[in-house]
């Protein structure tokens, strides 16, 4: 049974600092792309940054390149979101979501992704 549990999220001030993670079991963690996207209130689910397989490439949305780092253990079968420099329009539910298997290329659409979790909230106050 595929399972993804995000953890790491909370309340922070502007300016602070959250690390997401994401531990995945069910399948195999090294084969799939994985990724991060978030929904804020009332808007759509965005992609906010993506890591290939092997974790050698990466790729941020213009809104949190410079802030964010993603990375991944494939050993621990862990997927991370270093963020820093939160700001209010950071807020919303951070999820984790892997695939396609043994792609090229890491998607950035969320309907090409297999496998997702149930989300962590993150809420940045001004």
């Known amino acids: 049974q595929v399972q993804l549990v995000e953890s790491g999220g909370g309340s922070v001030q502007a300016g602070g600092s959250l690390r997401l993670s994401c531990a995945a079991s069910?399948?195999?963690?090294?084969?799939?792309?994985m990724a991060w996207f978030r929904q804020a209130p009332g808007k759509e689910r965005e992609g906010v940054a993506t890591?290939?397989?092997?974790?050698?490439?990466?790729y941020y949305a213009d809104s949190v390149k410079g802030r964010f780092t993603i990375s991944r253990d494939n050993a621990k079968q862990t997927l991370y979101l270093q963020m820093n420099s939160l700001n209010p329009e950071d807020t919303g539910m951070y999820y984790c979501?892997?695939?396609?298997?043994?792609?090229?290329?890491?998607?950035?659409?969320?309907?090409?992704?297999?496998?997702w979790g149930q989300g962590t909230q993150v809420t940045v106050s001004s």
């Open positions: 979501a892997a695939g396609p298997p043994f792609s090229t290329g890491c998607p950035g659409r969320d309907y090409q992704y297999n496998y």
């Open positions: 069910g399948y195999r963690f090294s084969s799939y792309c």
């Open positions: 890591i290939y397989r092997g974790g050698g490439f990466t």
